[in-house]
């Protein structure tokens, strides 16, 4: 009876392990979005977009989204810049390496980073091709008090 038993164990396991086999299921690695790479044509919008204020003023969809710091609160806002209050952005100055600034390619959205080495200002804008040409998306900015 012992060994009739242990055959019908063995034969029930064999069949669970049987029935509970899966089918081998290819998983294709994620498209790599997240680049350092940044497109040559980005890198000619960029200068033109600083160097020619009404070329910046085109290139901006307003109102732009965005947040800015509440001096209040210590927390950020959102914003909807408008194009009466645009303050022009100029080219990228380090001021002696006061500054630094890096960028990431997220799937063709280029986002800058731009910050003081002590945390007291940063900023961030994100550009993304729209009809073939490259334009501000999002600025955000931040400063903490003194």
């Not at 790479?37 to 965005?66: C, R, T, V, W």
């Not at 810049?81 to 959205?109: A, C, M, S």
């Amino acid at each position: 009876m012992e060994k009739k038993l242990s055959i019908y164990i063995l034969l029930l396991f064999a069949f669970c392990a049987q029935s509970c086999k899966q089918d081998k299921i290819t998983i294709e690695p994620a498209k790599e979005v997240l680049t350092t790479e940044i497109p040559s044509s980005f890198m000619d919008f960029y200068q033109k977009f600083h160097a020619n204020p009404e070329f910046q003023l085109e290139h901006i969809i307003f109102p732009l989204e965005g947040q800015i710091h509440n001096e209040e609160t210590g927390q950020r806002v959102p914003i909807k810049w408008k194009k009466e209050n645009w303050v022009l952005h100029r080219p990228f100055d380090d001021h002696g390496g006061t500054f630094q600034r890096n960028y990431v390619n997220f799937d063709d959205i280029i986002i800058e980073k731009i910050s003081d080495r002590s945390g007291t200002f940063s900023m961030e804008r994100r550009f993304s091709p729209i009809n073939g040409t490259w334009h501000l998306i999002y600025y955000s900015e931040f400063k903490m008090k003194e």
